[in-house]
């Protein structure tokens, strides 16, 4: 079973801080994803990767950053924590193998406070 | 705009009963759409996945259907059970391999 996994569930951090979440995946996916989740307004996607040291910006990328240094560890970076970035944070894998669909496989979220 | 649009506004139905949610979708022509389970506090779950060339797709109690003319995908379970309430998820893929693109969801109680 695809497994993906992120370093906290629940984390706490105070205004100005930066933030580190991670994501690791153990399928050997090449897409990797970095959504927040907030009530009404559903998953947003705030940047993915497609490769190895590959990035692209998704429709909200402003306050984030990310890294992929290994295919299968994917950072979502805040370089300045702000109230408004509380949220939940979901990260996902896919991959094309052979007799596969674009599923994307979901960890299982953290979410973030910031105070 | 492109828009995904699915019923925001929660959906109770009696338990044995079918349980049918709809998305639907503007300016977009999906090669694929798919849909996904969420439980409170949890990441969505890959549920199904039709392709633009199929009517109908079915999996245990689950059935979609895709109609590319009306941009509308239903989502039906039938003999529905309290376990299948959650949040359901409907995502274009407007080409393979591309990131998906994800509707607000609608949230499904199956009352016992």
């Known amino acids: 079973d695809v497994k993906v996994t992120q370093s906290s569930r629940y984390l706490v951090k105070r205004t100005g801080e930066k933030v580190f979440l991670e994501c690791v995946q153990d399928m050997d996916h090449e897409n990797m994803f970095w959504y927040r989740q907030d009530p009404g307004l559903g998953l947003r996607l705030i940047y993915f990767?497609?490769?190895?040291?590959?990035?692209e910006k998704g429709d909200i990328p402003e306050g984030y950053s990310v890294s992929r240094e290994k295919k299968e560890r994917f950072s979502l970076i805040l370089e300045s924590a702000s109230t408004n970035q509380t949220s939940m944070y979901l990260c996902?894998?896919?991959?094309?193998?052979?007799?596969?669909?674009?599923?994307?496989?979901f960890g299982p979220g953290t979410r973030l406070t910031v105070l | 705009s492109q828009k995904i649009e699915q019923n925001s506004e929660a959906l109770n139905i009696q338990e044995g009963k079918t349980a049918t949610l709809t998305c639907n979708y503007t300016?977009?022509?999906?090669?694929?759409l798919q849909w996904y389970r969420q439980d409170p506090g949890r990441g969505p779950v890959f549920l199904l996945l039709?392709?633009?060339?199929?009517k109908e797709k079915r999996k245990e109690r689950l059935k979609v259907t895709f109609d590319t003319t009306l941009k509308q995908s239903l989502f039906h379970i039938t003999a529905s059970q309290p376990a299948d309430s959650a949040t359901y998820l409907c995502?274009?893929?407007?080409?393979?391999?591309?990131?998906?693109?994800f509707g607000k969801g609608t949230r499904l109680h199956i009352l016992p």
């Open positions: 996902a894998s896919s991959g094309l193998a052979a007799n596969s669909y674009n599923e994307q496989f």
């Open positions: 300016n977009y022509s999906p090669a694929y």
């Open positions: 990767s497609y490769d190895v040291k590959m990035k």
């Open positions: 995502a274009l893929e407007v080409v393979l391999g591309d990131k998906i693109i």
């Open positions: 039709i392709r633009e060339n199929e």
